[in-house]
């Protein structure tokens, strides 16, 4: 049995400027998960402007949004709660493999302290992709629907958030 010490959540907040809908959605969203009792982690998206050149000789403008550091961020907030004792097992709901980078320190921290630390990474279980969890984790596929329902939706911010883990003692 996993008893639920806390849920931290992280995230590439949308520029209010660029994007009022999403950045609007997003502060909503926040506000229920810190009532909640969430941790909230947020960072400034950033936007790629790139000109592809098309073969008429003309270029078209395009924008990529990226979230820059919270995957590190994730992986120095899972170090230093472990490092403070404060979880036995982190549930990560991400696939994001940056995140195995944390797993050795993990399992050093888990030797020096003579203790069980287990990361394990939630994903939602698919018949048509060959989905998976971060290597080096417990991996748990779970139905898609209740996947979801751990994030913030793709409706509610037009693109889907970069995750979130939750720690957990016992």
């Known amino acids: 049995n996993w008893l639920c010490e806390g849920i931290y959540y ?6 209010p400027n660029r994007q009022p809908t999403e950045s609007l959605a997003w502060n909503a969203r926040r506000a229920q998960l810190e009532a909640d009792g ?4 947020e960072r400034p998206v950033q936007f790629i402007e790139r ?3 098309l073969p008429d000789g003309s270029s078209q403008p395009t924008t990529k949004i990226r979230e820059k550091g919270i ?5 120095l907030d899972i170090y230093e709660l472990a490092v403070d004792a404060k979880f036995d097992a982190a549930l990560l709901f991400s696939r994001d493999q940056n995140l195995n980078e944390v797993i050795p320190s993990i399992r050093r921290l888990s030797q020096r302290q003579n203790r069980p630390i287990v990361l394990a990474s939630a994903y939602p279980r698919s018949s048509s992709q060959h989905l998976r969890g971060i290597d080096g984790t417990w991996w748990l596929p779970i139905d898609r629907t209740t996947y979801e329902a751990c994030l913030a939706t793709t409706d509610q911010l037009n693109r889907p958030p970069s995750g979130m883990h939750s720690t957990a003692s016992g």
Do not use: I
């Not at 995957?71 to 992986?75: A, N, Q």
């Open 10 to 15: 992280y995230m590439g907040a949308p520029d």
């Open 38 to 41: 969430v941790n909230v982690f």
């Open 51 to 53: 000109h592809y050149l």
């Open 71 to 75: 995957d590190l961020r994730m992986g």
